[in-house]
């Protein structure tokens, strides 16, 4: 039987506000235990919570930046379950009224020929306090509680189940994980679990209208972790159904070293969360005014950039997709294609997703705390550009750039004495010497063998110390043995 | 509606409140009285009216983004049952 895969995400992502949704403790991640948590977050009676206002200003940015609905009013509920890393009994949320309704997330799947885009629809996105923590090794047989997490502002962001396949998921993810760092409303730390997907996982025989029962998989804090857990669960309802079973509504989480998904033994009732509205806080009322005012100070959003880098810089989709994978990334690439002149931008393009990137990589560096700055860079591709040098001394001088080395490329160049030979008489000087002392490879060439010319021009090349204009040795050389 | 005792158990059970079998023959008859005052509301045409989701017709205050507590662990937890290393020690839970 042909198989489909439904899959639906819920992302909590963690908003980067100092303080937390309700009270005015810090959220600075990393702090002793319970140093970040005041009377309101511990749950002392008599507290009130006191809503954020940057919390509701990040949900509204990311509302505007997926195209959604920012209600104008939503509304606080209580989701009711006892967890002693939840001590008011109630996790405050939104049910009914959330605060973002609708909108979409386009993502680009697979690559090359197969690649297609895909345009993702969002159920809703609402507010939420987020659970401490409960640490249950070593303390002689009882939990720990750390309640410094208790309370940090989450937006979950809940998906229409329209994803097909877990690589359609992986995309989802990226695309999202992308975008709340894009507009800075969210850290995406995946360690630190600023950043945290729910799968909704079902499969139907292929034509089949209604959905199959699902499993839920909770907490996946990789891309690497959501694919394989995406991929065992298909699998794993797959062969139960054609083996005459059923899959049973249940909450699983992941095991990354046995790589498969485990049933939570939960009581049937741990999903009775009886929401009703919080009477301690009042609507969340939104403006127009203040939505036009979030508005006006948004970035550029990555699609349309991406469609402007094709036009503005003639980009292919592919480059134009990677340069906009960060803004940092995007406004470093922008900066460097204005020093470095519109002529060169493909250059640039280039080297930032070559060079640049791969040495990022290896020093496990963010681009935007390369010691090789937009300027630097360009000034590099400009001497490329120009002929100054060869892309093979660009590495070098890239190097050098690197290191400290020198403050620019054109510097490094005079220091090391690396400008291209482009005098004529001084390459077929050291043409002349090249040949007489390869004889053996004059004759080979002679004699038919094209090899041999490429050997040739190698040997120029060292002799010159990669400062000949390659293409010049090649015109010279093949003129000389001709001749 | 009238609620069965086992409801009125399960009510319990989410709420983590222990009730008698006896006690809970007197709650179901508690119960079942706001069910009836719930019977009597519903009953009324509230067709064009907008759900009322807090008795205070007034916007949410907002307050500005700032830490502004000091950390009071030591006040805190010199009340807790029992500390160990700054975290709250609780009985084991595990899922």
Redesign the interface.
Known sequence: MQWEVVIGLETHAQLN???KIF?????AFGA????????VD?A?PGVLP???????ARAIRFGLAVGATVAPRS?FARK?Y???DLPKGYQISQFE?PVVVGGSVTIQVGQGEAAYEKTVNLTRAHLEEDAGK???ED?H???????NRAGTPLLEIVTEPEMRSAAEAVAYAKALHSLVRWIDICDGNMQEGSFRCDANVSVRPKGQAEFGTRAEIKNLNSFRFLEEAINYEVRRQIELIEDGGKVVQETRLYDPDRKETRS???KE?AH?Y?YF?D?D?????ISADWIEAVKGDMPELPQAMRSRFQEEYALSAYDASTLTSSLEMARYFEAAAAAAGKANAKLCANWIMGDLSARLNRDGKDIAESPVGAAQLAGLVARIGDSTISNAIGKKVFEALWNGEGQSADAVIEAQGLKQITDTGAIEKIIDEVLCANQKSVEEFRSGKEKAFNSLVGQCMKATKGKANPQQVNDLLRKKLAG | MSLSLEQVQRIALLARIEISPLEAEATRGQLNHIFELIEEMQAVDTKGVEPMSHAQDLALRLREDAATEENRRAAFQAVAPEVEAGLYLVPKVIE
């Open positions: 506000t100092v303080s009270s005015g403790a810090a959220t002793e235990p319970n140093v970040q948590a005041c009377a511990i002392l006191v809503m954020n206002k940057g919390a509701v509304v009711n006892f967890y002693p009224l409960s640490l249950h303390f047989g009882k939990s720990g509680i750390d309640l939570m033994r939960s009732d009775d009886r509205p009477p806080l009042l609507p969340l009322v």
